[in-house]
């Protein structure tokens, strides 16, 4: 079992950036892939971001392809979301999630595919 406490939001303006941080408990966090989700007001909770377990393979959705960066330390059993060029869309609650599935071929994308998850940490982008 892990838990995952996110932290590093905030409000920036359009163009600015910011880093997200999710932190891990348990010894077993690099067996864990990780995610990042989102959901803006009146929308449903998207996928973002994953990293497998090594790290070796990640996966982005396409409207953050480019802008953001998804990294690990698994000494530090922290996972990180660098996020660049930020858009007024990009507002929402961004929530960090630990998952056992993923391998170097199969980045999983699917909330149901997680099985921890963090309280989320607000992301504002003022235009």
Avoid: H
């Avoid at 996110?6 to 941080?21: C, D, I, P, R, T």
């Avoid at 999710?22 to 995610?35: E, K, P, W």
């Avoid at 959705?61 to 953001?68: I, P, T």
């Avoid at 858009?87 to 997680?114: I, M, Q």
Wanted: charged fraction near 20%.
């Amino acid at each position: 079992q892990v838990q995952v406490v996110e932290s590093g939001g905030g409000l920036v303006q359009a163009g600015g950036s910011l880093k997200l941080s999710c932190a891990a408990s348990g010894r077993t966090f690099s067996s864990y892939t990780m995610g990042w989700f989102r959901q803006a007001p009146g929308k449903e909770r998207e996928f973002v971001s994953a990293i497998i377990r090594s790290g070796i393979r990640v996966s982005y959705a396409d409207s953050v392809e480019g802008r953001f960066t998804i990294s690990r330390d698994n000494a530090k059993n922290t996972v990180y979301l660098q996020m660049n060029s930020l858009k007024p869309e990009d507002t929402a609650v961004y929530y960090c999630a630990a998952g056992l599935r993923g391998s170097f071929s199969y980045t999983p994308r699917s909330e149901s595919e997680y099985g921890y998850w963090g309280q989320g940490t607000q992301v504002t982008v003022s235009s």
